[in-house]
């Protein structure tokens, strides 16, 4: 589907989107660095799972409510939301007022709305789009926020230390100017007759019940529940780069030459290192995501969903043995590496498992891997202050690997359910 028989909404979104989202990435990686140098590492990774449990919730509510009010209105008002808390997270750390505990509450709001808007935005691309041309319609979205992480941690690296007031000053106006936008040029997608019905259910307390309770059914199938737990356990690798691996890096890596020729070098500080490393991943993923799922699919999904985590695994054990900035660029590309393998197959493996008319909601079950992984990931802070970093990374390593077993054993039960409903001739 080309870029101009799109509808109007999603060209206009996908233009708004990609600014705001370079905007936010040029401080957001810095995040788990500015909360641990304010709080300590062990205060810093429960606040952190605090607001993950918030947007957890918010997460659940949001598909509901984009259908009960409609995507555009939820979408414009997590828009404004998020400007709103994004100018006051900045006055919070500004020469007027310095505030990190306002900082994360401004924070914990950014994540709840950002939990909001992300259900809906999704739905509209559904409401508008032929589900034949649907795969490429998200992976631009897709494409277009990786291009986010390379170009904005390399801008943050070098200003988010020093204008940090500045850039999320911008992030805020950035929001409101989508909020603005989203509100006077795009159309409501949702069907009248999904939030009329939508509209019947009572308040956010009952709507959150019956979520759960309708989780709670699709877990008894034995299978998708070690999917979910496998999911999770191998997320603790990869949750990783937003959390552990910042401050790791900022702690462990001093200025040193990335280039050096005769008496000309190029030195990188540990927040440019970190900066450098995050846009590396971002980089890798938007150029081959298509080339290694392509690749990936000549092989039996068991294979690759194992062997994935197993390089999850090097990969972060690689990254604990250096404070070299090309042994982390290099231990990043193997991280990459184990991202790209199972990108492309994990949403074609949840249809197989799910029967064809509860796809809608094991997709959206599924998508509790990525919930109960940012939850618990936090806590890897704290245990690096209390057991070292060698100790939290090997132990997140022995995660991936766990999991890596439970796919073996999620293949086996899988191939047995399909010869016993395959069809007796």
Known sequence: MRLRDWDQNLKIR?????????????????LAIYF???????TAGLLLILSQ??????????????DKYGRKRMMVLSAFAQGAAFIVFAFSSSPWLDSALLGFVCFTV???????????????IADVVEEKDRSDVFAIFYTSTNIAVVIGPIIGGIFFADYRFALLLMAGVLNLVLGIVLHYKITETAPVSKMEESGQASNWISVLGDQLKDYKVIMNDRIFLLFIIAGVLVGQTFMQLDLLFPVYINEVVTDQPLLQFGNWSYVVESTQAFGL??????????????TVTRWMSKYKERNVFI?????????????????WIWGLLLAMLVFTLAELMTAGIQQGFISELAPADKRGKYYAAAS?????SKMIA?????????????WTFFFISLLAILSGVIYYRLFVKFEQRKMETAPKW
């Open 36 to 42: 641990t140098d304010s709080f300590g590492k062990s």
């Open 378 to 390: 936090p806590v890897s802070i704290p245990m690096s202050a209390w057991v070292g970093y060698t």
């Open 277 to 290: 490393v995050l846009a590396e991943n971002g980089l890798l993923v938007a150029i081959f995501t298509i």
């Open 53 to 66: 449990v918030v947007s957890c919730a918010a997460n659940l509510l949001g598909g509901y409510y984009a």
């Open 368 to 372: 509790l891997r990525y919930t109960f």
């Open 307 to 323: 062997i994935s985590s197993f390089i999850y695994a090097a990969s972060v054990l690689l990254f604990s043995q250096t404070s």
């Open 110 to 124: 950014v994540s709840m709305f950002g939990a909001v808007y992300w259900p809906a935005s999704q739905a509209m």
């Open 14 to 30: 996908l233009a708004g989107e990609s600014v705001v989202n370079i905007t936010f990435w040029m401080f957001f990686p810095f």
